[in-house]
């Protein structure tokens, strides 16, 4: 064979190769966090919730309520599930921290409306250019009390 033809042969296999490890890295990536927030609100069935943090204030003042109760969560899990994409709306703006049961979380900024009929959740996003997207999760009218208790006395203080 002539140089010139080794040459492209050794071109060719050389991107053969790198698409071929390239196809290997997407399809063997574990799913980020923040990617699975967003399958979760778009009703993914195989993500739960077991914790949820929100942060009340900033720096030495910062109160964090943790709502750990499986009833509370196993509501508010339901409720993310049925989350409209691109919905926002009024209220106070909190840090959260959503702990999922495959020991994986995620940082987002939740907004909480007065009457807490609704907050809306808003999935991070990093190095990307694509704007965050905003999910208005809908909670009334079947917010249990316990669960309805504990965001009222978020948004007051």
């Keep these: 064979m002539s140089a010139k033809l080794v040459r492209r042969f050794f071109g060719v296999l ?29 009703g993914s069935q195989e993500i739960e919730i077991c914790k949820l943090e929100i942060d009340i204030g900033y720096g030495p003042d910062l109160q964090r309520v943790d709502i750990t ?8 899990s339901m409720a993310f599930r049925k989350a409209v994409t691109n919905e926002s709306g009024g209220g106070k703006l909190y840090g959260a921290t959503i702990y999922f049961a495959d020991n994986r979380r995620v ?34 009218p079947s917010l249990p009390t316990g669960l309805s208790n504990t965001l009222h006395s978020i948004v007051i203080k």
């Design 14 to 42: 050389v991107i053969i190769a790198v698409l071929v490890a390239f196809s290997l890295f997407i399809l063997t990536e574990t799913k980020s966090p923040t990617k699975e927030l967003e399958e979760f609100l778009h």
């Design 69 to 76: 109760n499986q009833g509370d969560l196993d509501f508010i």
């Design 107 to 140: 940082r987002t900024e939740m907004v909480i409306r007065d009457d807490v009929e609704y907050l809306v959740v808003d999935v991070p996003t990093f190095m990307s250019i694509s704007d965050p997207v905003g999910f208005r999760v809908l909670l009334a």
